[in-house]
T-cell receptor
Framework: NAGVTQTPKFQVLKTGQSMTLQCAQDMNHNSMYWYRQDPGMGLRLIYY???????DKGEVPNGYNVSRLNKREFSLRLESAAPSQTSVYFCASFRGQGASYNEQFFGPGTRLTVL | GNSVTQMEGPVTLSEEAFLTINCTYT??????LFWYVQYPGEGLQLLLKATKADDKGSNKGFEATYRKETTSFHLEKGSVQVSDSAVYFCALSEGSASKIIFGSGTRLSIRP
């Protein structure tokens, strides 16, 4: 049981390049999330998917797109990377409505640098 | 809107010292409250939680009590260890954990 996995762990891009961050969970959770973590700002929600087939914007969605490929996988795409997107990106999952406890489980993160 | 405010760091203590990290919240309803911990190079892990007023969450020697009257959820530990060095995040969610709001994090460093 790997929990939440993310690839890659590190990535360096040049301004204008595109890339996709991958996330998968093996806990049969319904909901999945993408956050970015910047110094002194905690975690900010980029996009989330409450259930398979649905996605919604979070606090800071501009410059990003997401795909909920199936129940296990939730990817984050940067179409044209900008230096302001330099950050650490975390994926998380949650069992969903009706769960007996309300905890999100986090992946190990992807450290992205945009030059 | 809902928000979480926690004390700014970094906090540096000597081993076996008493720890308090303050956290206050603003919410329209009756949120659940959490403390998450992030060890160097890792993702966040749930440390403890409380789902209603006067509940006390505890784990690994850490404790926090849900105080509705002061809208607070301060994290405490009686005797810290070097292995407690990490970043601690206070957080809240309303209804379910479908959306969690995090504080800015407090970096804790423990000197041997």
């Amino acid at each position: 049981n790997a929990g939440v996995t993310q690839t890659p762990k590190f990535q360096v891009l040049k301004t204008g390049q595109s890339m996709t961050l991958q996330c998968a969970q093996d806990m049969n959770h319904n909901s999945m999330y993408w956050y970015r973590q910047d110094p002194g700002m905690g975690l900010r929600l980029i996009y989330y998917s409450a259930s398979e087939g649905t996605t919604d914007k979070g606090e800071v969605p501009n410059g990003y797109n997401v795909s909920r490929l199936n129940k296990r996988e939730f990817s984050l795409r940067l179409e044209s990377a900008a230096p302001s997107q330099t950050s650490v990106y975390f994926c998380a999952s949650f069992r969903g409505q009706g769960a007996s406890y309300n905890e999100q489980f986090f992946g190990p993160g992807t450290r992205l640098t945009v030059l | 809107g809902n928000s979480v405010t926690q004390m700014e760091g970094p906090v540096t203590l000597s081993e076996e010292a008493f720890l308090t990290i303050n956290c206050t919240y603003t919410a329209t309803g009756y949120p659940s409250l959490f403390w998450y911990v992030q060890y160097p190079g890792e993702g966040l892990q749930l440390l403890l939680k409380a789902t209603k007023a006067d509940d006390k969450g505890s784990n690994k020697g850490f404790e926090a009590t849900y105080r509705k009257e002061t809208t607070s959820f301060h994290l405490e530990k009686g005797s810290v260890q070097v292995s407690d060095s990490a970043v601690y995040f206070c957080a809240l969610s309303e209804g379910s954990a479908s959306k969690i709001i995090f504080g800015s994090g407090t970096r804790l460093s423990i000197r041997p």
